[in-house]
């Protein structure tokens, strides 16, 4: 009995090796779902962080545009700030002028791309406003005003489909 | 017999499934589509802007049949147009778009070929509010809608 008591069991380490077959079976399913989405939608068109877009019923789907996201205090183009918008609303005037000097920058370099293409695409000015629902009219007036001002006249506006 | 099938067994080299490539493309794969991935519908209004006094003149001959409009004011919104009843609906309704788009299928009832609508906002108007009238207006049967401000 003493002995039985004093007796040290030693343990020995056993080696498991890792199991990773239902990793694998939740990793596979993962990436053929996705995969799958990819292939039918691709991504078009990237809420820009910090705007939050207003729902909507629409359901056409975004074609590639230049971007114009108004959020906050900024008017940005293609990730960069251009404006702001109390500057702009402030002014009486409709035209937003960093705003149109970067359209116009744009508009020419399109324009010189569709003439290297050899006028098999034409300049179509499409631009995409991915607004704040919390924006005022004011500021999408003299954004909108702008746009067409600079040769942007096919305007879309960004929303969140809602079936 | 019983020996030679037990040698035979023991020379078997066991190898486990070389999963660790595998796992390589999964890491290197699922983050980068589900950063692609598509979980919110990002869809599109097209829309018409708002017109300047050069444009005005040839929309505004196309539009002189009806001129319907829908003006949104804090408070209420209002319905009118040439031969149209013009009808105020107050925004504090809670069926308020209800009773907008009552009105605007009445409108298209009445001229069914009329399918321009122009949206009259205040300069500190929402545009979450702007984008829920386009809506009330296009499944009324109003798919063309201008955005007008007001001086």
Redesign the interface.
Known sequence: MVGKRNRRIKIRSVHTPLRLTSMMDILTVLLLFLLKSFVVEGEVMTPIPGVDLPESTSDTTPRAAVVIAIFDDSVMMDGDVVASVSAAVASPDLLIESLAARLDEARVKAEEIARYRGGEEVFEGKVSIQGDRDINFAILQRVMFTCTVSGYEDISLAVIGTS | MRTSTRKRYRNIIES?LE?MP??NL?VA??PM??I???F???????????P?SADANESNNKRENLALAITIKDNYFVVEGRKIQKSVIARSDADAEVQLAAALANVVATHPDNQDVMII????????D???V??VS??SGLPSVS?L?VE
């Open positions: 486990d999963i595998l796992m999964f794969m699922i589509l589900l692609s991935a598509v919110l519908n990002v869809t599109v209004i097209n829309m018409k802007a708002p300047d906002s205040q300069p500190d108007t929402q545009y979450g702007i984008v829920a386009m809506d296009r499944e955005l401000g």
